[in-house]
């Protein structure tokens, strides 16, 4: 592939729906260049890793969140209690 070939295929990457089902025909289509087609999957792969982790991450903050809401919330009550 060419450098021509590698920017088009980076900017249309970098439209947001269209980019993410080119991934996944270019990485899976018989008439694609070998080399795009590892590289679609292999950037499929990190997706859905990052993808994995980001879930994670906010399970753990919004669980976080939550089990201390009820402590700031009785924090409060205790506090208009005062006055």
Excluded: C, H
């Excluded at 450098?3 to 025909?25: E, H, N, S, Y």
């Excluded at 999957?41 to 879930?55: E, M, N, P, R, S």
């Amino acid at each position: 592939m060419s450098v021509k070939d590698w920017v088009i295929t980076l900017l249309i990457t970098a439209i947001p729906l269209v980019g993410f089902i080119m991934l996944f025909i270019w990485g899976f289509g018989s008439d694609t260049n070998a080399n795009k087609r590892n590289w679609a999957k292999g950037t499929l792969i990190l997706l859905a890793i990052v993808t994995v982790l980001y879930f994670i991450v906010f399970v753990v903050f919004m669980g976080l969140i939550f089990s201390g809401g009820s402590e700031l919330s009785d924090s409060l009550r205790e506090l208009e209690n005062m006055n």
